[in-house]
């Protein structure tokens, strides 16, 4: 199982990747996908849309089980990866590169510091 | 609860990766590597299920046939010895007790294979309905582990396993026979819409087999499958699942199954007259297959729409790897076959297009 060690987690198997301005991207890691197994399907939230840390912004669905997203922390959307709508099995080949789910804008910087690292997730997924 | 029952093939799924769940209260595997892959595979090239599961039953003596007659709904009188037959069982009020293939191994002996999780019901009800016959039941499950063969590949690998017994076999006939010397019986049927068999074998023996087939397989491009893939499988086929299309509460009309029902055959059975009168009457319900046009599953229970009123429930959802989208069944109001379905995902409206099953071509 992969998990790259630049990456913040949620107990939720979100990976969020911080860039520069506030940006970051969010994707589900390889233990979720792997969980999931054939991705056939992922909903992206629209450009500007916003969420409070912890909310619903999408969905990821599987052959055998549709699985909720939830925001890492408060957000505004930046984009959406098009890209799934055509190859939503993306997710599955390259969880933490092509299969990345939306870009956005961290609205409460505060809130990066709570975040896993990748010992800490690892250690969570064992369970 | 009573500890989950383990296939003979057990060691030999986990050793091949399978990924391990409990189905019927067996330990079962829901996919090897990939349920869209493993179907692609079995479409393509061939497939290898363990199917151990299943149950069986063996019925025999001076009257088999006119208790089985009595019992199942399809004409158990006209088969021939060497036959396959896929029958429903009903109750009075013309319920499904459950779907099965009654094997004919001669005149006064028949072998019956049954859904894994209806066995114990199906026996207590044989049983019950046994004593006006000359004829004997016996649960003989754990004589047999159960393999699935599937593909357009399916018939080369056995060619080069050195098959005997399948020469001439017809589609729903079975023979004695042997694989690599591990003697079987040897099925020509399935539950893919491929070209297939299904083998009987020793438990004792079941793992060897597995493993000659996948190792010939393999030239071939077969695959180990798993209950996801025959899932999906068998609803691009359009075959009704027990406990989905049909049920206790979901008549063999209604799942439009009455080529199963031979109301006009010469012997009494079981649900012939509520069958008799629904069908005169005309069902109030009925299962429908359909299209989406989407990626996104419907998944079973979703409430069915006609405008804004519930007219029904979705009863199997799944990918089709074929089609390249979510396909399904329902079982709705008669009246509303005609209307324009639709169900809510999330809030979000999605059309169900209804389509006459198979989605795909059958091959068998």
């Known amino acids: 199982m992969s998990l790259p060690e630049n990456l913040k987690y949620t107990s939720d198997h979100e990976w969020i990747k911080l860039l520069d301005n506030d940006e970051a991207v969010v994707g589900i890691t390889d233990f979720a996908q792997q969980s999931l197994g054939d991705i056939t399907f992922v909903e992206t939230p629209e450009e500007g849309d916003t969420f409070d840390r912890g909310a619903t912004f999408g969905v990821v669905e599987s052959v055998k089980a549709a699985s909720d997203l939830y925001m890492p922390v408060d957000a505004e959307v930046i984009e959406g990866n098009s890209g799934l709508e055509d190859a939503p099995e993306q997710v599955n080949q390259s969880p933490f590169d092509e299969g990345w789910i939306i870009k956005i804008k961290i609205l409460d910087a505060s809130q990066i510091g709570e975040l896993l690292d990748a010992s800490a997730y690892a250690e969570l997924a064992k369970n | ?364």
């Open chain 2, 1 to 364: 609860m009573p500890s989950i029952r383990k296939t003979p093939l057990d060691s030999f799924n986990v050793k091949y990766g399978g990924r391990m769940v409990d189905f019927a209260g067996w330990n079962m595997p829901v996919q090897y590597k990939s349920i869209v892959e493993e179907h692609k595979s079995t479409r393509s090239a061939a497939g290898l299920f363990d199917v151990s599961h299943m149950g069986e039953a063996l019925v025999s003596g001076r009257e088999a046939t006119d208790y089985l007659d009595f019992v199942l709904t399809n004409d158990v009188s006209k088969m021939s010895i060497g036959q396959a037959l896929y029958t429903l069982m009903c109750f009075e009020h013309g319920g499904v007790v459950d779907d099965l293939l009654v094997y004919k191994n001669s005149e006064s002996e028949y072998l019956l294979c049954l859904n894994a999780s209806n066995t114990e019901k199906d026996l207590d009800w044989l049983e019950s309905k046994r004593d006006r016959f000359d004829a004997c039941l016996s649960d003989v499950s754990s004589d047999y582990a159960l393999l699935a063969l599937q593909g357009p590949k399916a018939f080369d690998i056995l060619q080069d396993l050195q098959t005997e017994g399948i020469g001439g076999l017809q589609y729903y006939h079975f023979a004695e026979g042997s694989i690599t010397g591990v003697p079987c019986l040897i099925s020509r049927t399935g539950y893919t819409g491929e070209k297939g068999v299904e083998l009987f074998v020793a438990p004792e023996n079941a793992a060897e087999l597995a493993e000659s087939i996948l190792l010939a397989g393999e030239s071939h491009g077969l695959v180990l499958a798993g209950l996801g893939a025959r899932d999906s499988l068998r609803l691009e086929a359009g075959y009704s699942l027990y406990g989905h299309e049909i049920n206790e509460g979901i008549s063999p009309i209604q799942a439009n199954l009455m080529w199963t029902v031979k109301l006009n055959k010469a012997s009494d059975f079981i649900g012939k007259a509520a069958l008799t009168a629904e069908k005169e009457a005309g069902p109030k319900k009925k299962i429908v297959f359909f299209k989406t046009g989407s990626r996104r599953i419907v998944r079973s229970d979703t409430e069915v729409q006609a405008g804004n009123r519930a007219i029904g429930t979705v009863v199997s959802g799944t990918f089709s790897p074929e089609l390249n989208e979510a396909i399904g069944s329902a079982l709705i109001d008669s009246e509303y076959s005609e209307a324009e379905l639709s169900v809510d995902m999330r809030g979000k409206t999605m059309r169900l297009f209804q389509t006459d099953p198979p989605f795909i071509k059958l091959k068998p």
